[in-house]
């Protein structure tokens, strides 16, 4: 392989046991401790997530120092017809999608469901 | 609006000399570019905006800002009637609204500041509930990307159509002798406000849109049934009939 050419980059299947993590700001972090479903609503339908088999909770959050980190089930969100899968980015080869419409039901479905592995050091 | 519904007055009759610009910064907190009227309404329609009797001129005004939060003090507006009587209207504390913006500069600052008449219905609210504006506040400063992925910022619209919206359910409740329970509110990626409230099983989310255009949305959660039901709502009176449903029993 020449200088110029770059590796190709495996697209790997995720099951529907696989945990993702989604940086998550200090502001939508209730007092309870859950997380908002606002943490789960993006601009467009596909939501931005690392694939935890690809990565660690420390690289996720790397350069996020104000943010924690959740974790939610591939399988779960397929159940809410949402689709998931790898989307390796030349910045991070952890990255995936789950895509699909998030009405303000599925967002909160998700945020029940999903566990804060690492709060944000401080809420602002 | 009358004039004189929530603003004081104070009527000074016209000198021979016009009131000089270190009269004007004496008079007021001197951190402000004095800009003249015609600058800041330059066109006749805004001026209906100031809710003005139209034998008046907005001669000039002045008050103390502050981009960071968007609540202006001790903010003054002069003004003449055809008699050439000068008027001044001192507003002890404005709060931003979605109606009735005055465009005022602060000198230093690199952005137009919306400001408002102090709204009554407001100022009993926000009075009573100051943690809502303290955390509009801090949404408000949140620069694009903020939530890392590509978030954008809360606009001054979506937030002062938040807070019409909390101030309007917190007096229909009011009348009726109950409390607004405090809302969690939270940023959403689209520039949207989200509030939240749970009591017991059951939970309540009311979106304010980014967009005007949109309507307000309503989840209501009751997580010991696994319901969620999705509503759009048209006013706040909708918003109280909610949290109504929160709070019972």
Same mark, same amino acid.
């Given at each position: 392989?020449?200088?110029?050419?770059?590796?190709? #980059? &495996?697209?790997?299947?995720?099951?529907?046991?696989?945990?993702? %993590?989604?940086?998550?700001?200090? @502001?939508?972090?209730?007092?309870?401790?859950?997380?908002?479903? +606002?943490?789960? =609503?993006?601009?467009?339908? =596909? @939501?931005?997530?690392? $694939?935890? =088999?690809?990565?660690?909770?420390?690289?996720?959050?790397?350069?996020?120092?104000?943010?924690?980190?959740?974790?939610?089930? +591939?399988?779960?969100?397929?159940?809410?017809?949402?689709?998931?899968?790898?989307?390796?980015?030349?910045?991070?080869?952890?990255?995936?999608?789950?895509?699909?419409?998030?009405?303000?039901?599925?967002?909160?479905?998700?945020?029940?469901?999903?566990?804060?592995?690492?709060?944000?050091?401080? &809420?602002? | 609006?009358?004039?004189? &519904?929530?603003?004081?007055?104070?009527?000074?009759?016209?000198?021979?000399?016009?009131?000089?610009?270190? /009269?004007?910064?004496?008079?007021?907190?001197?951190?402000?570019?004095?800009?003249?009227?015609?600058?800041?309404?330059?066109?006749?329609?805004?001026?209906?905006?100031?809710? @003005?009797?139209?034998?008046?001129?907005?001669?000039?005004?002045?008050?103390?800002?502050?981009?960071?939060?968007?609540?202006?003090?001790?903010?003054?507006?002069?003004?003449?009637?055809?008699?050439?009587?000068? %008027?001044?209207?001192?507003?002890?504390?404005?709060?931003?609204?979605?109606?009735?913006?005055?465009?005022?500069?602060?000198?230093?600052?690199?952005? *137009? $500041?919306?400001? &408002?008449?102090?709204?009554?219905?407001?100022?009993?609210? @926000?009075?009573?509930?100051?943690?809502?504006?303290?955390?509009?506040?801090?949404?408000? =400063?949140?620069?694009?990307?903020?939530?890392?992925?590509?978030?954008?910022?809360?606009?001054?619209?979506?937030?002062?159509?938040?807070?019409? #919206?909390?101030?309007?359910?917190?007096?229909?409740?009011?009348?009726?002798?109950?409390?607004?329970?405090?809302?969690?509110?939270?940023?959403?990626?689209?520039?949207?406000?989200?509030?939240? *409230?749970?009591?017991?099983?059951?939970?309540?989310?009311?979106?304010?849109?980014?967009?005007?255009?949109?309507?307000?949305?309503?989840?209501?959660?009751?997580?010991?049934?696994?319901?969620?039901?999705?509503?759009?709502?048209?006013?706040?009176?909708?918003? +109280? /009939?909610?949290?109504? *449903?929160?709070?019972?029993?």
């Amino acid at each position: 392989m020449s200088v110029h050419e770059t590796k190709p #980059v &495996t697209i790997i299947e995720i099951s529907d046991e696989d945990q993702l %993590y989604r940086r998550i700001f200090p @502001l939508h972090i209730k007092e309870n401790g859950q997380v908002s479903s +606002a943490a789960f =609503k993006s601009k467009d339908p =596909k @939501l931005s997530v690392d $694939v935890a =088999k690809l990565t660690t909770p420390k690289k996720s959050l790397l350069s996020y120092p104000q943010h924690g980190l959740a974790s939610i089930i +591939a399988g779960f969100c397929r159940k809410l017809s949402q689709k998931v899968y790898h989307d390796p980015l030349p910045e991070n080869l952890a990255h995936g999608i789950v895509e699909g419409k998030k009405t303000d039901s599925i967002a909160k479905k998700i945020a029940l469901c999903a566990i804060l592995i690492i709060p944000p050091p401080s &809420t602002l | 609006m009358p004039l004189g &519904t929530f603003v004081d007055t104070e009527y000074q009759e016209k000198s021979s000399v016009s009131p000089s610009l270190e /009269e004007w910064q004496s008079d007021f907190a001197s951190d402000v570019t004095i800009h003249d009227a015609e600058t800041l309404l330059p066109i006749a329609g805004e001026r209906e905006l100031w809710a @003005l009797p139209d034998e008046f001129t907005p001669v000039t005004s002045s008050g103390r800002v502050s981009a960071n939060s968007y609540v202006i003090g001790n903010f003054g507006l002069r003004l003449k009637d055809k008699a050439n009587l000068e %008027y001044t209207l001192l507003i002890s504390s404005a709060f931003l609204t979605n109606k009735d913006i005055i465009p005022v500069h602060a000198a230093g600052q690199k952005d *137009w $500041v919306a400001a &408002t008449w102090r709204d009554p219905r407001l100022s009993l609210f @926000l009075n009573r509930c100051p943690q809502v504006l303290s955390k509009m506040t801090e949404i408000m =400063k949140l620069t694009n990307n903020w939530d890392s992925y590509e978030g954008v910022s809360v606009s001054f619209e979506t937030s002062a159509r938040t807070i019409a #919206v909390l101030g309007e359910t917190f007096l229909m409740l009011h009348r009726i002798s109950q409390n607004l329970p405090i809302p969690f509110i939270a940023p959403c990626p689209d520039g949207s406000i989200q509030l939240e *409230w749970e009591k017991d099983q059951k939970e309540l989310e009311i979106i304010i849109p980014f967009s005007a255009d949109q309507q307000i949305r309503a989840l209501r959660t009751m997580r010991e049934k696994e319901e969620f039901i999705e509503e759009t709502i048209n006013s706040s009176s909708d918003v +109280a /009939e909610y949290l109504l *449903w929160l709070m019972e029993d």
